[in-house]
């Protein structure tokens, strides 16, 4: 059980995780796959040890150099930074950055002012469906709008989720690029002061709009019900401010008020309201033409993290890492399995090593899937990677 973790005893079980089960060898071929055509020692590691030291610009030549160092320096975190021009170190870090996978950081945090069962750095069953919702939008418009093939997703180890687009095209995307694509994804807009933070306008809907709507929608009466989004009369009252009609919002109170404190009922009867508002008020629609769209959006869309996507050294916590506040492995998974994504399913350093742990045999086994799954990430990224060597090559004959 996680009750059982203790971070104090992180020092004397890391060593023991990184050589018997952080996947150490293909860790080094995704991250060479990544750096490619440079060598694996331009890539810059970040190392946060026992007593909070923070060593920047670690470079490695192969898994054998990674797992010395791994023993010699037991780090508690592990990040990833860039591939540069140079091999990074303390002394000529100005070095220029040259490539890095396109990343996103989506960090239940940043829902706080949607999430209503828990705070800050907790996180249950309820809200962790707001990631399945982010990962799965996210994912297909990675996809389907950008034609990205090579995209990972990992856990964070505590209350979020991690992206990585290893795809050539993402990794060399100068910073601009970076920016154009999260304010793609961004539709969410504007800080604690504004309470409507959607406008979808009153063209027809641009089908990436559509098609998260669509994800939205299998889970939007699931987690309206448990975040009671609508449920008290606070709530209520920040509701209402998302209609931008004076005589619409108070229809809708008027109505709301009567009935019970059920979310879903609520809703209902607003939705309700507002489409009878709409048959009989053409031109005042013409605002308001995709609010429940617009709420539904407010509620449930992926909150990024965009200065992450946007920064091109911006470090990001590795895969396989161990969380040192959970003691959680940053398991990889895919996009498709995030729904059945369960959070006391994650190994833990403790559950892998200690094997008298009532979860040890399912979290082993998960482990084994997890890197299982990453193998197969990297086999199709390499395979990728010789096929456009190739092209290239012959490109240039
Ligand atoms: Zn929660």
Known sequence: MVGQYDENLLSDMLPLYYSKYFP???????????????????????????????????????????????????????????????????????????????????????????????????????????????????DISLKADFGFQHVLWVFSGRRGIHCWISDYEARILDTPGRGAIADYLCLIMGGENQSKK???????????????????????????????FIGSSDRLKAFLKLIPDDTLRNQVEKRLEKLPESSLERWKNFVAVYDSFSRENGYAMRKMKYLVEEIKIQYCYPRLDINVTKGFNHLLKSPFSIHPKTG?????????????????????????????????????????????????????????????????????L
């Open 24 to 138: 150490v060898k293909i860790f080094c071929r995704w991250l060479s796959c990544g750096n490619s055509p440079y060598p694996l020692c331009n890539r810059e590691l970040s190392f946060t040890l026992a007593d909070d030291v923070y060593l920047r610009y670690i470079s490695i030549s192969d898994q054998k150099e990674l797992q010395t160092q791994f023993q010699k320096k037991c780090p508690h975190k592990l990040d990833i930074g860039a591939v540069y021009f140079a091999k990074p170190s303390i002394a000529r870090h100005d070095s220029v950055v040259l490539a890095r996978e396109l990343v996103f950081d989506i960090d239940l945090t940043d829902y706080d002012e949607v999430r209503t069962c828990c705070k800050e750095a907790k996180v249950c069953e309820k809200c962790w469906k707001f990631m399945v919702v982010a990962c799965e939008i996210i």
């Open 198 to 228: 959607v406008h979808l306008g009153n063209d027809n809907l641009h089908s990436s709009i559509r098609r998260a709507l669509d994800v939205i929608d299998i889970y939007f009466e699931d987690i309206l019900n448990e975040q009671e």
């Open 328 to 396: 959680k492995v940053s398991i990889v998974f895919k996009a498709q399995n995030a729904k059945n994504f369960k959070l006391d399913e994650v190994p833990t350093i403790h559950s892998l090593l200690d094997d008298s742990t009532a979860e040890s045999v399912e979290h082993n086994n998960n482990m084994k899937s997890a890197v299982k799954h990453f193998q197969e990430f990297v086999f199709s990224l390499e395979k990728a990677e010789a096929m456009r060597r190739k092209t290239d090559a012959s490109k240039n």
